[in-house]
């Protein structure tokens, strides 16, 4: 057995990652060992959503232009990176009261309890993209082939910014609804609200003013635009990119400001 | 920092921290954005208050108080779990804290997954933990339940499997609360035996216990809290006679 005693040395970046990645798995190892169904449930979620927006706009209403066929295409697009930023921002709602007590015993950067929930969503979000080739390439026999374009080279951008704008809510959201716990219901409403709010079941394109001008102005608006674009590049609006970057930087910020402030005050709370 | 002859690997300067004396208070916006003054609330306490000592590596310190004196709040101190409101906390070297040792298990999960888990939590890499593995589970003695899942553990097991992986991190520095009163007669003599091995090894101890038998087991100086506030820093022996003066039952 080794006596020595010497502190390992590890760069502050290499043990932040290390850590984050721990917490990471054991969420989805977790989530994937308790339950039967396992992989499937990340996709089941969005995929019945997906299924009873599609009977109710097609089917009922008869919507539909030419621009967003397939619609089930439109839909899967904006409503897969929906569900990982809405699972991201309510789990948010959760990062210090369920893990009190690990949060209690070790010190590891706080930022991780919030940053480990964008990423474990991501994970779960990217192994859930095989859903959109699926029924993309079922089009292919349909009168209305899904087309994939350029702009598909620009997902990686949405992906960043939307893994920031929902790291930035979470940093605000967390250390908050610890000390006002109604927030976890208000928040769970403001997200059902940005749910409509957010051109998931509708395209920005297809809005007349003033309703495009205040859709556009959510931060959602331009990254979904950018995940759309893969398929509809009409949908892709520099400008509401443009909003959406400034939006998330700022809500970046504010989120480090608000996590540094209310730190040291939630861990004598939880 | 300025080096001397040994640097400290503890400093505390003018610590103190205040708590809400009724939890369920709620906190205005301008409170979270007030800044941290010296700032008197009606419904709030100071746990600890111009607390002041060093420790020099190597030390074995046992702290000594009543109930809710601010022990535990001082290790918690200690392990930068908490931060201070008011003068600093200063700890230099990695930190190994049995507190709340069971708290980073999941219950889902399996030993052999929550051993690597943990460790990992507290810094250890992949290849270090394979290394110490079998000495991990040999010393819990669990070795039957290695793909169980924690919550199917008793409760002697679960604080067992947790002993063995925090005393086995190669920090220089073992932060114990009163985790050991869990377990067998055994497993505790067991476990005080690998403290003194690491205090032999030239660990740094911070201890809180109730039991004057094994404080003078331990340690060599002892802190004396009372009233959120340090009263005495002296050698063990001292600290013991002085507390049980003052509270102890008369023999």
């Known amino acids: ?270 | 920092m300025a080096e001397t002859l040994v640097a400290p690997v503890i400093q505390v300067k003018d610590a103190g921290i205040r708590f809400k004396r009724n939890r369920r208070s709620r906190r205005s916006f301008k409170d979270l954005f007030a800044g941290r003054g010296r700032r008197a609330r009606p419904d709030e306490f100071w746990a600890l208050r111009d607390v002041s000592f060093d420790v020099q590596p190597g030390e074995a310190i046992g702290v000594v108080g009543r109930n809710g004196q601010g022990k535990s709040t001082l290790l918690k101190l200690v392990a930068e779990v908490v931060y201070p409101d008011e003068g600093s906390v200063g700890v230099h070297e990695g930190v190994a804290p049995l507190i709340e040792i069971t708290g980073g298990f999941v219950d889902d999960l399996t030993v052999r997954d929550n051993v690597y888990l943990t460790a990992g939590l507290h810094g250890m890499k992949k290849a270090e933990i394979d290394a110490r593995f079998d000495e991990i589970i040999e010393f819990s003695e669990i070795g039957d339940f290695l793909d169980t899942p924690y919550k199917h553990l008793s409760s002697g097991m679960k604080v067992r499997i947790a002993f063995a992986v925090i005393s086995r991190l190669e920090e220089p520095i073992i932060l114990v609360d009163e985790v050991l009163a869990v377990g067998d007669k055994a497993f505790r003599e067991k476990c005080y035996r690998r403290i003194e091995e690491l205090l032999a090894g030239g660990r740094t101890l911070f201890f809180v216990s109730h039991s004057e038998k094994d404080l003078r087991r331990f340690c060599t100086r002892g802190l004396y809290l009372d009233k959120g506030a340090l009263v005495m820093d002296a050698p063990i022996a001292e600290v013991l006679d002085r507390y049980n003066a003052e509270y102890g039952v008369k023999k």
């Open chain 1, 1 to 270: 057995m080794s006596a020595s005693v010497q502190s390992r040395a590890q760069s502050p970046a290499s043990s932040y990652r290390h850590s984050l990645w721990l917490l990471t798995t054991r969420d989805l190892k977790v989530r994937y060992t308790t339950s039967f169904l396992g992989y499937f449930w990340s996709i089941l979620d969005p995929l019945v959503m997906a299924a009873i927006y599609w009977i109710v706009f097609t089917q009922i209403f008869n919507r539909g232009t030419a621009v967003e066929q397939p619609y089930i295409i439109f839909l899967l697009t904006a409503l897969l990176p929906w569900t990982w930023f809405n699972g991201a921002v309510s789990d948010a709602t959760r990062a210090f009261t369920k893990e009190a007590k690990l949060i209690r015993s070790t010190k590891i950067p706080r930022t991780i309890w919030v940053a480990r929930l964008v990423l474990s969503k991501g994970i779960e979000f990217l192994i859930s993209i095989p859903v959109i080739i699926f029924f993309a390439l079922i089009s292919l026999g349909t009168n209305d082939p899904a087309q994939l374009h350029w702009q598909v080279a620009l997902v990686p951008l949405a992906i960043v910014m939307q893994a920031a704008l929902a790291f930035g809510v979470g940093l605000i959201v967390a250390p908050l609804v610890v000390f006002f716990r109604d927030l976890e219901r208000a928040i769970k409403l403001g997200l059902r609200f940005l749910f409509y709010a957010s051109p998931i079941v509708y395209g920005l394109e297809g809005l007349h003013s003033p309703l495009r001008e205040l859709v556009a102005l959510n931060p959602l608006s331009g990254i979904f635009s950018i995940y759309r674009s893969a398929f509809f590049p009409a949908e892709l609006n520099w400008f509401d990119v443009a909003v959406s970057a400034v939006f998330t930087v700022v809500i970046l910020a504010v989120g480090f400001i608000v996590f540094r402030r209310t730190v040291p005050t939630v861990l004598k709370e939880i």
